[in-house]
C-alpha cells in the first residue's frame, strides 16, 4: 500500500506577485469559524486497494469514478462507483496525439466528452468516452497568453482560469469563457473583491474550481489563505457574487517583496457541485491531517451544514443525481482508499 507523503503541505505557492488594484460588488464576509458546530460522519469505503494517491482531478459520471493523475504511465483511471475496483488505465503520458504530458483537468463536454487540460502544452483535449482517442484539440495559448485550468461548460462553451495581465499592472486571477466553436473569449471576468484588493495573491494560488452541472455557478477555493469566490454564469457574462477569506493569512518579506508564507494555515482543498449547492473539504490549521472536515453551501454563500469525517480529504466528486459524495481518501496510517457519503441522509433539501 503506497504511503502519504506530505501531500496537502506541498500544494504549490503561487508567483510572487505585487500589490495589484481592481473593483467587485460581491457580497463578502470574513470569518475564522465557517461553521458553529460540526456533525460527525464516517466515510463507507469501498476499496482500499490499487488507488491512485496524488490525483490532479477527480469526475464521477454514470457507473464510473474518473481519477486523473499520473500512475504506471497513464493519465486516467477508472473506478466502479459502486465496489471501488479498477476498471482501467488509459490515455498514456506523452506527446502524440492521443496522450497527455501533464493532465490537470478533467471535464464531461455536452456531448459526453472528456475534456481534459494539459498545462504543459496548454491544450484543452476532447477525449471519446469509449475510445479514449481525441476527437478535438484546443490550443489555449492562440487565444490566452497563459492558462491554469480549462474546464468544459454547456453548449460546448469552456471555462478557463488564467493570469490577466493589465498595462504596468502585476497580473490578477481571471476567468475567461471561450466558444470553442469560433475560438474567441466571449467575456472575461478579472475584478478583485474588496477583500482582496490589497492581497490579491491570495486568489492567485493553488485552487479548486466546481461548476455547477447546469452551467449557471462555479465556485474557486484555495488552499494558503482559505479563500472562497463564488460566481453565476448568464448570457456568457461571469458576475462574481460571493467572496469570503475564513481563514487568517500570513505574508513574509523575502528579498523586499511581499509574498504568501508557504507554512501559512492550508485552507480549502476540493471542491465538487450540484445545481443547488457546493460542498469542499478544508483543514483550517497547520496540520495537514486536519483536512477531515466537509462544508456545505448554497450558491449565495450561506453555510448549510458543517461535517467532520474520520479520514483525511485529498479530492472530492459529487454524482448529481443520487446526490452521493466520493472522496480520495488517507487514513493515519497514510493508506489511500475510496469512499462515499450519501448526502441525502443529512436530512437537508438537496
Partial sequence: MKKLLTYLTSLVIGSLLHIVSGCGNSQSRNSSSLFAELDSIKWTIINDDEILPIPNDIMVSDSLIYVLGLMDGSWLHLYDRNTGELKGNHILQGQGPDEIINALDISLTSNNELAIYDINDQRLKLFDVNTYTVAESYDLKSILRSVWNAYALKEENFLVKAPFFQEKESPVRSFSIVNSKTKQIESTYFQLPEEFKEEPMLLMVQ?????????????????????????????????ETFSALPFPVEFIESYGIKQLDTNAVLGFISAAADNDFWVASYCGTYRDSDANKIGIWDWNGQPLKGLITDRMIIKL????????????????????????????????SL
Fill in 207 to 239: 485552487s479548486d474550481l466546481a461548476i455547477a452541472p447546469n452551467g449557471k455557478h462555479f465556485v474557486s477555493v484555495t488552499a494558503r489563505g482559505g479563500t472562497i469566490e463564488i460566481f453565476s454564469i448568464q448570457g456568457n457574462e461571469i458576475q
Fill in 317 to 348: 466528486a459529487l454524482d448529481h443525481d443520487t446526490k452521493i459524495l466520493y472522496g480520495l481518501l488517507a487514513d493515519k496510517e497514510g493508506d489511500f482508499s475510496l469512499g462515499m457519503i450519501n448526502l441525502k441522509q443529512l436530512n437537508l
